[in-house]
């Protein structure tokens, strides 16, 4: 059993410390040292980060690099690589990293050559999505396909669609994209409403293939298909992702047309196995080689970098610190890029499925504050909805401003609008406006005393708010392979620290047993009465509704 965080000399340390940071001003901070944004920014795998804006200073780090050191990370991610089973509730290996290694690497797990595997189903995909993409692979009535449905939830469905519009500039100008995840009846018909039955090719994308919404869609999706066309025609139309052959085969797809993958890929690090066939048929297997690749660095980089020249230890060491020593209950992800939009919500499955937890690997309750919540929504688009409580409210919430140097169109100047804004956000939080240079604005306006002293409480800024920078050149599938690669590492990191299992995802059961049973209630079983009032309340208005 590993001693409690709370209790290692690294922690007490920084609990001390902390007294001492209480009152620090980010602004002295930055006067005291010209050199800090040297200092406290790194480069990796093609991506550059600054911390610098954090309240936070060189002793914070020595310190935290120590608590990584006493928490074993280093170790613990050997052992992640390795093929070590660290998933210790469901006694699995965890390999993500894996399925971007390079053909000549070599892993052998359980007396399997992991990589070979991983070659081999990648092979298939490359040719696959080439037939696909040149049109030799047909719709039963000989026309090509168009339309593309892939049909998944939660890593099944995130993964794929954050990538696919990430790469926008990449896509093939045939294939129309569509991600079905909902059960709500609405987010199916609304897809299949744009898709020929003779063009369109289903992807049923599930790691388990028993997910109920999946399922219900996916025989939802089967029943338009063959109302349309020859049910023969389906091994056309319909494949699948799955690590369950026989599941795929009992749903009436051919494992001939089901591409595999492994239980020691959990569901939301799944993007780079075959559950990344939609974005291989999107943008083609060569950039999907470069999406692959450009997480393979940042693996590297994460594998021998020291740790304080290690971007994805320092950005989950500087979160650990904004968690636990300044209090902060959540993060906001600003990416600055439109096709970053459905980056906040796929970071939102990978760090709050993976460290939501409350107790440690061993079972024990945990004495500190794990995984804060995460959200966001893009820049310029935040800013004029909800950075109003992030300047002036009373919670801090660290923010991860997330941009491109160089646009993928030709209208420079909103691309010049877009990184000032993205700076002038950064600076802001940081600095803030104090009463005085509020009241000097004033004046200057020319207005009366009171009316200074009235309103300067309500054009104050704190500042002092915490931030992260993430550049880089451009967005592209390296990059973005890069990007994902150190939010996953990351969310690693700060699982070792809270001596949390981050591959188990237990909590999502209990709500999926009770509403199977609500289901058959819904659907007509005698009236219940033994949920609560409020719940049995809710399903007598639901059924008398039908
Ligand atoms: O219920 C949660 C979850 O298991 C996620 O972890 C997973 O990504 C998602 O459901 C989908 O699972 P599957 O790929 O097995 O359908």
Redesign the pocket.
């Known amino acids: 059993m590993s001693m409690s965080l709370t209790r290692t000399a690294s922690f007490q340390a920084l609990e001390t410390h902390a007294v001492d940071a209480e009152d620090w001003q980010m602004r002295s901070l930055f006067a005291a040292d010209p050199q800090r944004f040297e200092r406290m920014s790194l480069e990796a795998a093609g991506l550059f980060l600054d911390y610098s804006k954090n309240r936070l200073d060189g002793r914070t780090l020595e310190l935290l690099a120590a608590l990584a050191r006493e928490r074993q990370v280093e170790q613990r991610r050997d052992a992640m690589f390795a093929g070590e089973k660290i998933n210790n509730t469901e006694n699995r290996a965890v390999l993500h990293t894996a399925l971007r290694a390079p053909k000549n690497a070599s892993l052998v797990v359980d007396g399997q050559d992991v990589i070979a595997d991983v070659h081999e189903v990648l092979g298939r995909i490359h040719r696959f999505t080439d037939a696909v993409r040149n049109a030799e692979w047909l719709g039963h009535t000989g026309k090509p396909i168009t339309d593309i449905v892939n049909i998944?939830?939660?890593?099944?469905d995130l993964g794929p669609k954050m990538a696919c519009l990430a790469l926008r500039p990449f896509a093939h100008p045939r294939l129309a994209m569509h991600f079905v995840s909902n059960v709500d009846g609405h987010d199916m018909d609304a897809a299949l409403e744009k898709c020929d039955p003779e063009t369109t090719l289903f992807i049923v994308?599930?790691?388990?293939f028993?997910?109920a919404e999946?399922m219900m869609n996916a025989q939802t999706a089967r029943a338009w298909f063959v109302e349309r066309a020859p049910e023969a025609a389906l091994p056309k139309h319909f494949v699948a992702v799955s690590t369950n052959t026989e599941a795929v085969r009992a749903f009436g797809i051919d494992p001939a047309n089901m591409f595999p993958f492994w239980d020691w890929v959990g569901?939301?690090y799944s993007v780079w196995s075959a559950i990344g066939l939609s974005v291989a048929l999107c943008v083609g297997f060569g950039y999907f080689s470069d999406f692959l690749a450009g997480a393979h660095a940042m693996d590297e980089h994460f594998r021998t970098a020291p740790v304080e020249q290690n971007m994805p230890m320092l950005l989950g060491l500087v979160g650990f610190w904004n968690r636990e020593f300044l209090g902060c209950p959540s993060v906001s992800i600003a990416p600055y890029h439109q096709d970053l939009n459905r980056f906040p919500a796929y970071l939102q499955q990978l760090e709050m499925?993976s460290n939501g937890k409350r107790v440690t690997r061993d079972g024990a309750l945990v004495e500190y504050e794990t995984c804060p919540a995460i959200w966001g929504e893009c820049g310029t688009n935040g800013q004029h909805a909800y950075f109003q409580l992030l300047h002036q409210g009373t919670d801090v919430t660290p923010m991860d401003f997330i941009a491109a140097l160089r646009p993928a169109h030709e209208l420079h100047k909103h691309h010049t609008a877009l990184l000032a804004n993205c700076f002038a956000q950064s600076e802001a939080f940081m600095k803030g406006k104090t009463a005085d240079e509020v009241r000097k604005d004033l004046q200057q306006q020319g207005l009366p005393l009171a009316e200074i002293e009235r309103l300067t409480p309500h054009k104050t800024f704190p500042g002092n708010r915490p931030s992260n920078t993430i550049l880089m050149d451009h967005l592209n599938p390296t990059s973005l392979g890069a990007l994902i690669a150190l939010y996953e590492h990351k969310t690693f990191v700060q699982g070792v620290l809270w001596d949390v299992n981050s591959f188990d995802?237990w909590g999502?059961e209990l709500g999926?047993v009770l509403a199977k049973k609500i289901e058959a209630e819904l659907g007509g079983e005698p009236q219940p009465e033994q949920h609560d009032s409020s719940t049995n309340g809710l399903i007598a208005r639901a059924r008398a509704a039908v």
């Open positions: 998944g939830i939660g890593g099944s994308a599930s790691k388990t028993t997910t999946t569901g939301r499925e995802q999502v999926k």
